[in-house]
């Protein structure tokens, strides 16, 4: 009934067991379209379960007329938005082509991707790099300003970065800068300033000893020590890369995918593969910029959310007490009080990341579906929070709960298929 394992149980020990003993190390930038063979022709990637365009955020939208312009598959943004209204263009989730992707999660298969490979389950993930902030493309912005960043992203920082971890030879090891940035205060979703403080530290002699000329070496250094969630694509594609050698596993309730796309929550569960259990998405409550309030705020969307899946974000509060005021969720104690509620539906702690501020105990470790059923405790996702209209961009930060429906849709379909109920 669960292959080799004897219970529900063990079949999740046996997960997390994968996740505890994976070794991601991040070993190149590429071109999408080179280790993605999807995207080799009109095809645009999205964050979340698959959606249709009509059924798109406004910045969702936005950032498929951004990545439309980018390509070159139009001239302007209006031709761009014809090709997209009429199907010319194909979309694609991140997560079906082993990728993941911030906010809209749009990639196109000329942006530079992150490879991160678990070396102890021989699969690799990609992630676009972190554009910044301000008017940027995963908030819906399609400015010549953002085109010509991507373009320099492209021709600049991703072959720069690609060259130095050449120079370096064995990659970076992930999950050395997580176990490190975890202790200086990051959660690794809405904060990743010490693991970006980190990476900069780590790649800097590498760049300098590349072929690249002296302005460029200088002006990606920059960005790279200005861009304080750089860290985040590096994290979200080594949360993707373990989970998806975790559920190789294919059994138990273990969630190996949380994610939205602003019409739609998905989740996967390791027993039933590929299938994704949705429910209508939640817009994120917080604390906004001067100028903005909640009538703004567009519903979640992104990818990110495989970084709660693998047990960080909102899950490790915790560790980052200095990021609980910016997403408006109250002070230490509150932040304690929401990492001890996820471990409530958690099965155990991962041994990688311990956390000082927690009695210095591992990031929580293993989503138990079952236990999000039995407690009726939702995921707690904290997040960035954009406009509803494409272009504005952030607007703030708060936290989100994925919705129990998810949960609920995942354990019944795998008690269908374990004969434990009939199908009705």
């Known amino acids: 009934m669960y292959g080799q394992y004897k219970t529900i149980d063990e079949a999740n020990r046996a997960v997390i067991d994968k996740v505890v003993s994976s070794s991601p190390f991040l070993v190149d930038v590429v071109p ?69 992707g911030p906010m809209g999660g749009i990639t196109s298969g000329s942006m530079p991707v992150l490879v ?30 953002v085109i010509n960043r991507l373009k320099w992203f492209r021709d600049i920082l991703g072959p720069t970065i690609a060259k130095a971890l050449k120079v370096k030879g064995d990659g970076l090891n992930v999950n050395v800068a997580m176990a490190k940035a975890i202790t200086m205060g990051d959660e690794f979703h809405q904060r990743n300033i010490a693991g970006s403080l980190i990476f900069l530290k780590d790649i800097t002699p590498y760049i300098l000893q590349t072929d690249v000329n002296e302005k460029d070496k200088l002006d990606v250094i920059q960005f790279l020590a200005d861009t304080d969630q750089f860290f985040l694509n590096i994290a979200m594609a080594t ?42 998405v939640n817009t994120p409550q917080g604390l906004f910029f001067t100028g903005y309030d909640q009538d703004m705020a567009c519903p979640d969307m992104g990818d990110s959310a495989i970084t709660e899946t693998f047990g960080v974000g909102g899950f490790a509060m915790i560790a980052a007490p200095g ?55 939702e995921p707690i996702i904290n997040t960035g929070i954009a406009h509803k209209e494409a272009g504005v961009g952030q607007i703030g930060a708060g ?25 009705q």
Not at 116 to 144: H, P, Q, W
Request: charged share 20%; with cysteine.
């Open 239 to 280: 949360g993707k890369v373990v989970m998806d050698t975790a559920r190789q596993i294919q059994h138990g309730t273990v969630v190996t995918a949380m994610c939205r796309n602003g019409y739609e929550f998905g989740i996967r569960i390791a027993g039933m593969g590929d299938e994704w259990f949705t429910a209508p």
């Open 323 to 377: 990021v609980t005021r910016f997403v408006g969720a109250g002070g230490m104690d509150d932040a304690v009080t929401t990492s001890n509620e996820m471990m409530e539906i958690c099965i155990d702690h991962n041994p990688n990341f311990s956390i000082p501020t927690w009695d210095f105990q591992g990031a929580t470790l293993g989503i138990d579906a079952r236990k999000v059923v039995e407690t009726g405790i």
């Open 116 to 145: 991160v490979e678990n070396r102890d389950g021989g699969n690799r993930a990609y992630c676009t790099m972190n554009e910044g902030i301000g008017a940027v493309l995963r908030f819906g912005a399609y400015s010549d300003d």
């Open 32 to 100: 999408a379209k080179s280790v993605i063979e999807e995207l080799n022709g009109k095809v645009i990637l999205h964050a979340g379960p698959p959606i249709k365009w009509e059924n798109m955020t406004s910045p969702m939208q936005g950032s498929c007329v951004g990545a439309t312009l980018f390509e070159g598959w139009a001239n302007d943004a209006d031709e761009a938005r014809k090709m997209l209204e009429n199907g010319e263009i194909e979309f694609i989730p991140c997560h079906h082509v082993n990728a993941v």
């Open 399 to 423: 936290t989100v709960r994925a919705p129990l429906a998810c949960f609920e849709k995942a354990i019944e379909a795998y008690a269908v298929k374990l004969g434990l109920i009939d199908p």
